[in-house]
């Protein structure tokens, strides 16, 4: 690890200026990312601006038929969140799965959507969900978030604050952990929302997608058995030592009437 | 749990032998006051970090140390070439093996830093010392390392085609060494009378042994009295301490300490001479100050040592009724681009014996090709050879039965040693003392409920899922070793163990052992035989090891050996104790020696009522006032060495249940159980912790773990935890582990060892489960790991998911 300025802001605006002023600065979540990307020296940045300390930042809200999480919220938080647990219980479920406990209790949903890593489960949740990325310039539909592998529409110096869920009629996240990493191998999230089926698949690709031809045979007739004869195409899909194209593709059918079947 | 002590009536001492006492050295453990390589700090202290091949395979051209050595920091830096000049040897390899016709291993140079050439990624080019381990890390990035890159040959079968990639110039079929074991005529005659031949080929998949705790060596010099002190987290300081003494430094034995404090796992891959430690001592005589390096878990992918990397062809020839007749085994092993310090003797003396197993077969031709790859250098991993020999057995006698219709349990039967027929003389070297496999077997079968799987596997079929059980029946060879037949069979030294009794004027004890404590308990161990001998609590018993300059001598802690050998030099060395308290007793109560017994702590009178304690004859030999001193030195305190005359051979049978998810490929193992024969049980809490931490081991080769080269670039793939995939708390069920005790017939305890058959046994257990579930798809073998994008690709291709209601 090189050395690093810390800085502790205890308000957005503050945090914001102070990304602001220093273009190699970046935003501290739980961590559990950049601190082992900055030993390994793959990060080095000159400043870190902890998070922590900004209490607007930490919470699960509800609003008429929203959900509000913060984007410091840690991921054990959600899993544990009544209200997440009745309103949007795909997204509780997801949050509890989640690599182990140590992860789980620092890491943050800012930090898991800002990383947009390819295996990551939230973006899977955020973007069948239809959800809305709220950051300290802007508001950010989920189809225009993630734009590709570790990429996402923010901005330098841009801060995610939270994460705005409309509540589906439906919804569930399956998710087929890689042996290894705990990290999605494959995850799909099935969303009945007022928009529509959605479904969004992640760690199959190098950026969470939405599948539209599944979404196209479930908004006809959602049931496990309409996919019976589904054949996901690998094409495109990533290749690796946990798992082939063909067999992502696999997963990616399995797991799609496994969610759906939860929830017929 | 159930456990046979091993000893002969109940167990009254609570700190005696056969007690499930809790491990004394856990407190500290547990609340985080362990003394680690990496938790010492010496005065003046400097930080070493290597710089490390990026390369697999690549001429050095040239090393410019100047921007490095102009960052702040910075104390030094060295290379290949500062050791060439200061005359530094290369790392040795202790035990080569005698090839076919008398060939010689060969031996290539092996520096301890590369020089003119890298032979695989990670291998040291540089090593930069700095005052702090932030400056050596920062001025490590400023070496500028110049490579001609060579291309690489990473995989067995390619380093042994005509034409391939020399890792050595003067080797230019990349073979190490050409090993055979057995009578090949008798053999091939047994193979022509055949009614049935089964094959297999397969491959025993690499792996990397991730100690918990990282490796770590500190080298520090006393010029006043031109002292070397080494601090490593060694598995054998002693060893360490003569080979690097004696071949690469060049210190004699008197002037060099090397120290092994608490060592947080070892697996064997602590149990090697590595480089790292000959550099920390170098470096810190030419600096006049201590030296320490830590590895990290990154680096530790690349430079510890790896193991088993097999590829085997194997047939069992059998007569009509399913009788072994012969086996016939041909192995590549694969040694890394340098010998590691035992890197032959694994694939060869270690693999090839153990092909006997627990059958009466009667031929056995075994040929194994040692090669030098691009890889990192392979040596023992626990179970080292065992398992590997285990594996190919194994399945060969699954695929024998399935292919002649007979029940698994059924074709092991027929080839059984009977228990009357110990000890047994194998065509394979070895002569078995002890052992009732037949025995474990049935036990085996009924803790599992053999007879209830169909009905399981039906329910299984119900919810869509495949479910299989497999068998295991084992032979180990363990209690390393006699030193006579191991010198015969190449080891350069001797293979027994010591261990000296201390006891204080008050009357508390300090034993000084030659093994080495990393994680076995073997302070609970060794207190608990003491305190069986002595008839003192074990509270009252400390005991050391680890440090030269307190450890009279040792050769360490490694296959199995720390309680057969070194707890039988403890055994003897209490004896000595009990018979000079003997004497001393026998002054004090005005009696002859012969007439004084020793038991329950009392050295009393025969027939009489006279008696003194163990305490009242240590005072006595500490203050000799009543005391013969004519005849009998003062003081009381023993030592033992402790050479074994054959070696152990813990057996046993497993027995493993899978079920399958054929859309997915997941293989969840369900049940494990295990009976084992490991000769007398000194705590069988602690035996049940090693024998289930050794099948967790041997579950993770089996499912998960799996070291992988790029074929091309000898990139290592699988270099972090993200992508090796080491088995977890929630990967395996509570294993049942259950002994049936036969003694070992030549040691004073009776003890044959438990620490690696746990590995041993559960690839091929949990394999055959495998293969079993996915049987009526016509599969007959599946490689290691079988991981669930490898279950599924064999489900794909043998018609898939659609005939599993099948
Ligand atoms: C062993 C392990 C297993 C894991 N398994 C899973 C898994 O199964 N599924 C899964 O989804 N994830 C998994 N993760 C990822 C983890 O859940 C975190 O979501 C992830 O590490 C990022 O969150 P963080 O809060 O730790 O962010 P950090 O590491 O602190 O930051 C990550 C990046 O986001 C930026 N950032 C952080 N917060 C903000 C913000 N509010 N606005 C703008 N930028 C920001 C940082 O600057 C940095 O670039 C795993 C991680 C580990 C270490």
């Known amino acids: ?147 590709g592998m570790f990429e996402t529409a923010l901005e330098p110096g841009e801060i995610v604050t939270g994460v705005t869920f409309p509540v589906p009629a439906a919804a569930a996240y399956e998710k087929f952990r890689s042996p290894a990493s705990r990290y999605a191998l494959v995850g799909v999230f099935v969303a009945k929302t007022t928009g529509g089926v959605r479904v969004a698949v ?25 996919l019976a004869s589904l054949r996901f195409p690998a094409d495109g899909l990533n290749s690796d030592l946990h798992g082939d194209a063909q067999y992502r593709a696999q997963l990616v059918g399995v797991l799609t009437k496994r969610a759906v079947a939860k929830l017929s | 749990m159930n456990h046979p002590a091993g000893i002969e009536g109940a167990v009254t001492n609570p700190t005696g032998i056969g007690a499930s006492m809790r491990r004394k050295e856990d ?160 053999t091939e005659a047994a193979f022509k009378k055949a009614a049935h031949i089964a094959r297999i080929s397969l491959v025993n998949n690499r792996l990397v042994g991730n100690p918990m705790e990282p ?21 054998f300081p002693h060893i360490v301490k003569l080979l690097m003494g004696n071949f690469v430094l060049n210190i004699p034995q008197h002037k060099l300490r090397v120290v092994s404090p608490d060592v947080g796992g070892g697996f064997g891959v602590k149990q090697f001479h590595y480089a790292e430690e000959a550099v920390v001592t170098w470096a810190a005589k030419r600096l006049g100050r201590p030296v320490k390096w830590v590895c990290d878990r990154s680096e530790g992918f690349i430079s510890d040592a790896h193991g088993r990397d097999h590829v085997t062809e194997a047939e069992m020839a059998l007569d009509e009724n399913g009788k072994f007749l012969a086996l016939k085994v041909s192995t590549i092993a694969n040694m890394g681009g340098y010998l590691s310090t035992f890197g032959p003797n694994i694939p060869t003396n270690l693999y090839g014996p153990l092909l006997a197993g627990v059958y009466t077969t009667p031929a056995i031709y075994c040929e194994v090709k040692a090669v030098f790859t691009n890889t990192v250098p392979v ?18 006698v699954d695929v024998a039965a399935s292919e002649l219709g007979i029940d698994k349990a059924e074709i092991r039967r027929r080839n059984m040693i009977p228990s009357n027929a110990y000890p047994y003389q194998t065509p394979v070297m070895m002569e078995y003392d002890s052992g009732d496999p037949g025995g474990c077997l049935t036990k085996a079968l009924a803790n599992a409920d053999w007879n209830g799987f169909p009905a399981r596997k039906a329910a299984s079929a119900a919810k869509g899922k495949l479910r299989g059980i497999g068998l295991c029946t084992y032979v180990e060879a363990c209690g390393l070793a006699p030193s006579r037949i191991a010198i015969r069979l190449g080891v350069r030294g001797g293979l027994f163990e010591s261990a000296a009794v201390r006891v204080h004027p008050t009357g508390q004890v300090t034993v000084l052992m030659g093994s080495h404590n990393h994680g076995q308990g073997h302070e609970t161990t060794f207190a608990q035989i003491v305190s069986e001998r002595l008839s003192i609590p074990a509270e009252n018993i400390e005991i050391v090891f680890g440090d030269t300059d307190k450890v009279q001598f040792g050769l ?85 060495f402790y050479d074994p005359v054959n070696f152990t051979f813990p057996c046993g049978a497993h027995i ?74 929630d990967h395996v069920p509570k294993v049942s582990v259950e002994t049936h005790i036969t003694k070992c017939t030549h040691n004073p305890l009776g003890s044959k060892g438990c620490g690696e058959l746990g590995t041993i046994g559960s690839p091929a257990t949990v394999i055959n489960a495998v293969v079993d579930a996915l049987s009526h798809l016509g599969v007959n073998h599946i490689d290691m790991p079988a991981s669930p994008h490898r279950v599924w690709r064999v489900i794909n291709e043998a018609g898939g998911a659609a005939r599993v209601a099948q």
């Open chain 2, 27 to 186: 407190m500290r453990f547990l609340m985080g006051r362990g003394n680690y390589v990496a938790d010492i700090k010496l005065p003046d202290m400097t930080a070493g970090v290597f710089v490390r091949s990026p390369h697999a395979h690549a001429r050095i051209v040239s090393i410019d140390k100047k921007a490095a050595l102009a960052m702040p920091g910075v104390v030094d830096v060295l290379t290949g070439e500062d050791l060439k000049t200061d005359g530094v040897g290369g790392l040795p390899c202790a035990w080569p093996v005698v090839g076919k016709g008398g060939a010689p291993t060969k031996e290539p140079a092996h520096p301890a830093i590369a020089q003119g050439k890298v032979r695989y990624v990670g291998d040291a080019v540089a090593f930069v010392i700095a005052e702090s381990l932030a400056q050596a890390r920062n001025a490590a990035e400023a070496v500028v390392v110049e490579y001609d890159v060579l291309p690489a040959v990473v995989g067995v079968l390619d380093a042994i085609k005509p034409g391939a990639v020399a890792v050595f110039d003067d080797i230019p079929d990349n073979v190490c060494v050409d090993w055979e074991l057995g009578d090949k005529h008798a």
């Open chain 2, 656 to 729: 493993a249940e899978v079920e399958i998810d054929p859309e997915t490929g997941v293989v969840e193992l369900l049940s494990y159980v295990c009976v084992d024969d490991i000769g007398t049980v000194i705590n069988p809490m602690i035996v049940d912790g090693q024998i289930t931490g050794g099948v967790v081991q041997g579950v993770g080769q089996a499912l998960y773990e799996d070291c992988v080269y790029d074929p091309e670039s000898g990139q290592l793939l699988s270099g972090s935890f993200m992508d090796y995939c080491m088995p977890r708390a």
């Open chain 1, 202 to 226: 992640t760690g199959a690709a190098t950026c969470v997608f939405r599948a539209s031809a599944i979404e196209s045979i479930l908004a006809e007739k959602f049931s496990a058995e309409a």
């Open chain 2, 556 to 640: 360490g802690t490694y296959g199995s050996r720390s309680l057969a050998v070194g707890g039988s030099a403890l055994w003897k060395a209490t004896d000595k104790v009990i018979a000079k308290g003997k004497k001393i007793a026998a002054h004090m109560l005005e009696a002859a020696d012969t007439d004084i017994e020793f038991a329950d702590g009392m050295f009393s009178v025969a027939g009489t009522d006279r008696a003194k304690s163990f305490a009242e004859v240590a005072l006595s030999a500490h203050f000799p006032v009543d005391y013969p001193l004519e005849i009998l030195e003062p003081g009381l305190e023993e030592q033992a």
């Open chain 2, 215 to 235: 490796r770590a060596a500190i080298g520090a010099f006393d010029r006043s009295r031109g002292q070397h002190t080494l601090y490593t987290t060694s598995q």
């Open chain 1, 1 to 147: 690890m090189l050395n690093f300025e810390y800085l502790r802001p205890s308000t957005v605006t503050e945090a914001g200026a102070m990304l602001g002023k220093m273009s190699e600065a970046r935003p501290l979540a739980g961590g559990m990312t950049l601190i082992p990307a900055m030993k390994l020296r793959l990060a080095a940045p000159t400043a870190l601006v902890d998070l922590a300390g900004v209490p607007e930042l930490n919470g699960i809200k509800v609003d008429g038929k929203t959900v509000i999480v913060g984007a410091m919220t840690k991921h054990a938080d959600v899993a544990a969140s009544a209200d997440v647990r009745r309103l949007i219980p795909a997204l509780a479920d997801l949050a509890g799965g989640i690599g182990d406990a140590q992860v789980r209790n620092k890491g943050t949903l800012g930090g898991s959507i800002a990383n947009n890593d390819p295996a990551a489960c939230y973006p899977a949740a955020v973007l069948a969900l239809g959800a809305t990325v709220t950051t300290n310039r802007r508001k950010i539909a989920a189809d225009s978030f993630f734009t």
């Open chain 2, 379 to 396: 040596d023992a991993y626990r179970g080292a050879g065992r398992p590997e020999a285990t594996f190919v057995l194994e399945r060969l």
